[in-house]
């Protein structure tokens, strides 16, 4: 095959989104996988919310910040980000020397979709004189228009380290930016976007759930709504609830966010009990779809092919990439 050919065939695969290839069954796909990391220099990226076996072949498993900031120092050829789409948009914007893969291009956010770039731009045109703080669950396109962005992690700072006179905008979750005015006292003007991972947990299952188990603690992700929240007995990022599960001297905890968090509490803390808070819904736990579409096969073949490939324009990168590295530069300085 020429190399054009080969170039076009490139382009039409990364087009569908992921390989659509048959993989060997008898394959060892963590042997394979090894290997390709090996052979490539690549360094395999993994968020809380992916499967337990992805995670497990992981170089590093984190959330949005301590990802953004591995994807930073990392000095792979190649970065392989199981996760969703804007992580690794994150990721191409610190390292765009560097080749990117998602092994699944389809793998989007609710909460990053319910903020188009051309819509919040006629919005954040209502507020000249306002910082536009918009939280990492966002398009590249998105933190184009952003002056600082913020993790759950490092929220509270980002806001804090904004003068009192200046006006803020928070983008995109509304849930979050409810919880950040009531914890800094600041008057954000609120964009009104949600994840539908976060807004759907039961409010009346979970009281059951804490009749049922009264020892339990209701540990919560503050991109939940405000009636979960209030009666959380902490509310904190994904890497903060795993630590407050480590270090507390409960043995039971409910866990208000995406399930697959609860593999590395249940490693981090075997003796311990963790109980997934249950949707709106029949389903026992609450998985987002767009983390699920990551599977080993796609992993192996992403690598093996080096496909999908994140690209994006070069003024999207030097535009967009400014507000993250304002969140790193914060957040280093107050130790996060």
Same mark, same amino acid.
């Given at each position: 095959m020429s190399n054009t050919a080969l170039a076009t065939a490139k382009e039409n695969l990364n087009k569908l989104g992921y390989l659509d290839l048959e993989v060997d069954p008898t394959l060892d796909l963590v042997e394979e996988i090894?290997?390709?990391?090996?052979?490539?220099?690549?360094?395999?990226?993994?968020?809380?919310?992916?499967?337990?076996?992805?995670?497990d072949v992981a170089d590093y498993v984190g959330d949005s910040l301590g990802l953004s900031q591995m994807a930073a120092s990392?000095?792979?050829?190649?970065?392989?980000?199981?996760?969703?789409?804007?992580?690794?948009?994150?990721?191409?914007?610190?390292?765009?020397?560097?080749?990117?893969?998602?092994?699944?291009?389809?793998?989007?956010?609710?909460?990053?979709?319910?903020c188009p770039a051309p819509l919040f731009k006629k919005f954040k045109d209502k507020y000249p004189d306002h910082k536009v703080v918009s939280y990492i669950n966002c398009t590249a396109d998105l933190k184009?228009?952003?002056?600082?962005?913020?993790?759950?992690?490092?929220?509270?700072?980002?806001?804090?380290?904004?003068p009192k006179d200046t006006g803020i905008i928070f983008a995109p979750?509304?849930?979050?930016?409810?919880?950040?005015?009531?914890?800094?006292g600041r008057d954000l003007v609120l964009w009104n976007g949600a994840c539908m991972v976060h807004e759907i947990f039961s409010n009346e299952k979970i009281t059951k759930l804490q009749v049922r188990h009264p020892?339990?603690? =209701?540990?919560?992700?503050? +991109?939940? *709504? #405000?009636?979960?929240?209030?009666? !959380?007995?902490?509310? /904190?990022?994904?890497?903060?609830? =795993?630590?407050?599960?480590? +270090?507390? *001297? #409960?043995?039971?905890?409910?866990? !208000?966010?995406?399930? /697959?968090?609860?593999?590395?509490?249940?490693l981090k803390?075997?003796?311990?009990?963790?109980?997934?808070?249950?949707?709106?819904?029949?389903?026992?736990?609450?998985?987002?779809?767009?983390?699920?579409?990551?599977?080993?096969?796609?992993?192996?073949?992403?690598?093996?092919?080096?496909?999908?490939?994140?690209?994006l324009d070069e003024e999207v990168i030097e535009k967009g990439r400014a507000c993250i590295d304002k969140m790193l530069d914060i957040s280093a300085k107050a130790g996060l």
């Open positions: 090894e290997k390709l990391k090996k052979e490539k220099n690549a360094i395999i990226l993994a968020h809380y919310y992916v499967d337990a076996d992805i995670q990392t000095e792979a050829d190649m970065i392989v980000f199981a996760g969703v789409h804007f992580m690794a948009e994150t990721a191409k914007m610190l390292s765009p020397s560097k080749t990117v893969v998602l092994p699944d291009l389809k793998a989007g956010c609710s909460l990053a979709d319910s184009v228009l952003t002056d600082i962005c913020c993790t759950s992690t490092n929220a509270v700072h980002i806001i804090e380290s904004i979750d509304k849930n979050l930016g409810a919880w950040l005015k009531k914890k800094t020892e339990a603690k =209701l540990i919560a992700h503050p +991109e939940c *709504e #405000a009636h979960i929240l209030d009666k !959380a007995d902490f509310v /904190g990022s994904t890497s903060g609830l =795993l630590r407050f599960t480590q +270090e507390s *001297e #409960a043995d039971t905890f409910i866990v !208000a966010t995406e399930a /697959g968090i609860l593999h590395q509490m249940e803390s075997p003796h311990k009990t963790f109980i997934p808070a249950p949707p709106n819904n029949t389903c026992a736990c609450n998985d987002c779809p767009h983390m699920k579409r990551n599977s080993m096969e796609k992993l192996y073949l992403s690598m093996k092919h080096e496909l999908p490939e994140i690209h």
